[in-house]
């Protein structure tokens, strides 16, 4: 499904942490990885070089702890930003899927890529689908702090979030993908938004949801005949983000959703649900972008 993969990396401990999960890669795929590191400078020609040198033992490094996982995998150094560099690569090259990793130890800290930095660049500017791994601080035997990630196998139980938007559709196509590739369990997943309901249409709430159930079962239906055993339908009331955040605690492997609901313009400006699903949930996320 996702055969090209560009694996983003800042060569911190956090994401040697993600590259543990070679296998959960492979499972969705992976023939061929590319380990990319941007320099983040622009300007100054002589200090690409330098940090080029400093930085390629540590990919060496990790390119091995990925080939050691039975990846294929190529090593690409940028010399610019690297939210740029990333969506210009993954554009130019034909890549399937983008890889970074998120820091857990707090719902507003970030290791390999920090919120309101190459994350929220990235978030608000991929073209190609991004799985967003969370990783999480942790204490070995000797009390000092380690990094985890959580890269269990990504089709075990999968939470796919819903608005019925275009881009939730196109994530559907990448749900279905992850059935015939192996899933099994899956939650449909779509939140009656009260904040809009309670205001004039609390009295249309039965019909919603009678009418969003049958969609639901056209999905479930579509599932069941890709391979999928087990899929569950819920409807809660209440406001999205909260609800599925809520809902990923129940032991999922991942989130599957578009990264943009209707309201693509003013979510730029106000954090979309996808957006801070990605920036709160415990697990991780696959993110499928709107078509521009």
Known sequence: M???????????????AVLTCGSGLKNLGAEEVILFYALGVRHIESLKYVLKDLAEPALLRQKKMLEDQG??????????????????????????????????????????????????EVLHSHKKPLLVVRTFVTEDEKGEKCVEASCMDFRKRILYPTDFSDTSFRAL????????????????????DKTKIDRHLKDKL??????????????????????????????????????????????????????????????????????????????SVLLVPALR
């Open 2 to 16: 996702f055969k090209k993969i560009l694996f983003a990396t800042d060569i911190s401990k956090a994401s040697d």
């Open 71 to 120: 990846l294929n995998v190529k090593l690409e150094i940028a010399p610019g930003i690297p939210s740029e560099e990333i969506n210009k690569y993954a554009e130019t090259h034909n890549i399937s899927l983008i890889v970074i990793g998120t820091h857990g130890e707090s719902a507003a800290q970030h290791i390999l890529f920090r919120i309101g930095g190459v994350t929220s």
């Open 173 to 192: 196509t990448y749900l279905e993908k992850l059935v015939e590739s192996g899933a099994k369990k899956i939650t449909l997943f779509h939140v009656q």
């Open 206 to 283: 039965e019909e919603f949801n009678r009418i969003d159930t049958e969609r639901l079962k056209m999905y479930k239906k579509v599932l069941m005949e890709k391979g999928a055993e087990d899929v569950q339908i819920k409807i809660p009331y209440g406001i999205p983000t909260k609800e599925i955040l809520e809902e990923a605690k129940k032991d999922y492997s991942l989130i599957v959703m578009g990264s943009q609901g209707r309201g693509f313009v003013e979510e730029i400006f106000v954090g979309s649900v996808s957006h801070n699903v990605v920036r709160n949930a415990n697990i």
